[in-house]
């Protein structure tokens, strides 16, 4: 696929999620992650939603990653309510960077089930069947109730924007 990094491409064959651009998604141990890099060299970029997510619970759940920062080369982490986010700087080699990555997500995977947490859809945070959509040039997990009200909001500024006389062709679709 054009504008694939080798990263993405090697990661997607290890792990089979499905791929959309620049970004896969997939589960591991039942919890949803994203990944996305743009571009060879530019940072990685790995987010997963958990519900239920609590600011006690959360401090000892990243913990023991944010100790091992430097072996996954983790530069950043924010915590966006129920959505955790890690920007990583790639290694010379995109095989480098897809083991520290696997490493990371296999970590990751098992806090979210030593503390007993679900993963949850990437906009209301629910704990419900979730099913991998493209909104924009981005992937996320979401519910079935946050995809009907997406695709409404989207139907609606088609909808207006075709009475004004915009072409707008739309910003969601299932992956």
Request: hydrophobic share 40%.
């Amino acid at each position: 696929m054009a504008g694939t990094t080798k990263f993405i491409r090697l990661i997607q064959e290890s792990t089979n999620w499905k791929q959309s651009g620049s970004s896969i998604i997939g589960q591991k141990d039942g919890y949803w992650f994203t990944i996305t890099q743009t571009g060879w060299m530019q940072p990685i970029a790995l987010s997963a939603s958990v519900a239920r997510l609590q600011s006690e619970p959360l401090d000892q759940l990243i913990a023991p990653i944010l100790a091992k920062k430097n072996d996954y080369r983790i530069k950043q982490y924010k915590n966006n309510g129920h959505i955790m986010n890690f920007t990583i700087a790639p290694d010379m080699t995109a095989a480098k960077s897809v083991n520290r990555a696997d490493e990371l997500i296999r970590d990751l995977s098992a806090q979210f089930k030593q503390y007993g947490l679900e993963t949850g859809c990437g906009i209301c945070a629910a704990d419900t069947p979730l099913d991998a959509y493209r909104i924009g040039d981005h992937a996320s997990a979401i519910c079935k109730d946050c995809q009907a009200k997406l695709k409404q909001d989207f139907d609606q500024i088609i909808e207006r924007n075709a009475f004004q006389g915009n072409y707008f062709t739309g910003l969601i679709g299932a992956l």
